[in-house]
């Protein structure tokens, strides 16, 4: 049996190490906006949540206390506007990434499966596609949710649809009439549709939606999950702290699963989380943050002959200069400033390049100048 490794593509990141090199060696230092990784701080009222819960000697459950489900579910209702939440309906997880690894096996997928991604999409992914033995379908978002049946996408086999709005890596949003063809379309052919949502609190040009929404769903969440984050809106990357929502048939054999897996979040980050998503206002305090360096490195990329895609969410602007994306990291990396080739995310993003703007508000105002220099 050849080795789980041989499955899986090379790990893009390596790749980008010797142009990581050339912009480390700028005099004035490097400027990474390769990941999107929070650098700043924790707000106050978490830290002091989780150092409160420190003295947890015992195992967490799986599912939570029941402090956080009434935490999620109220937050699902807050903010995605669904109504009548149940406990049922919602799940913790060790952070969105390992649910988005795992997702296929955990729902037993294996050869014969289908699983479709968005042909420019977070490598991930494929990657848990390729984990549970699965088939990887990459799909043109432009082209399915404009309802094209039988063009954009092959019902036969499949098992599970991705969707990612806002999209990592272009920031597009898809809007009510979109996700409303994408959650027929599901129905329809009893294709369980998850929502990667987990930048859904950074829309800039546009007001991001969720799928799990009464005018998107119809009501009801069935054949429907959401992932969501709380990495980027609370600077919580380094807790793993993230949840499901939706299907409460679906969550149910997910918690089974999980329980025998032992996939528990800490307590001391369960009740951080529960603090989180009490507290609104550091939400938008680092909203303004983030706000702020997109708009100067949005106007700095622009002056250097740069066209922007997308990019009306998240935490990335999709850029271009019309030319093969490695040549884009070269050149960028010659100033000391560190991106993300586009064709990480597929052979589609293979002329754009993706730049985050999670860096300090000194490490942005330094690319911007070398940018205008």
Partial sequence: MPPVSARLPVFPWDRLEPYKATAAAHPDGIVDLSVGTPV??????????????????????????????????????????????????????????ELVASLPTQLGLGPGDRVAFPRLAYPTYEVGVRLAGAEPVPYDVEVFVRGAEGVALDPAGLKLLWLNSPSNPTGRVLDADELRTAVAWAREHDVLLVSDECYLELGWEADPRSVLHPEISGGGFEGLVSVHSLSKRSNLAGYRAAFLAGDETVLGELL??????????PAPVQAATIAALA???HVAEQRERYE???????????????????????????????????????????????VAPGDFYGPAGERNVRVAF????????AAVRRLRD
């Fill in 279 to 281: 507290d609104d206002k």
């Fill in 358 to 365: 999670t860096a300090t508000d000194e490490r942005v105002a």
């Fill in 256 to 265: 089974k699963i999980r329980k025998h897996g032992g996939m528990i979040v």
């Fill in 292 to 338: 702020r360096r997109r708009t100067a490195l949005r106007s700095a990329l622009e002056g250097f002959g740069f066209r922007i895609e997308h990019s009306e969410a998240s935490l990335y602007l999709w850029a271009t200069r019309d030319e093969p994306c490695w040549e884009t990291v070269g050149a960028l990396a010659d100033l000391g400033i560190l």
């Fill in 40 to 97: 700043d701080p924790v707000p106050e009222p978490i830290q002091r949540a989780l150092a409160g819960a420190a003295d947890s000697p015992g195992y967490p459950t799986v599912w939570g206390t029941t402090a956080l489900r009434d935490a999620l579910t109220g937050w699902v209702e807050r903010r995605l506007g669904a109504t009548g939440v149940r406990h049922t309906e919602v799940l913790p997880l060790v952070g969105s990434k």
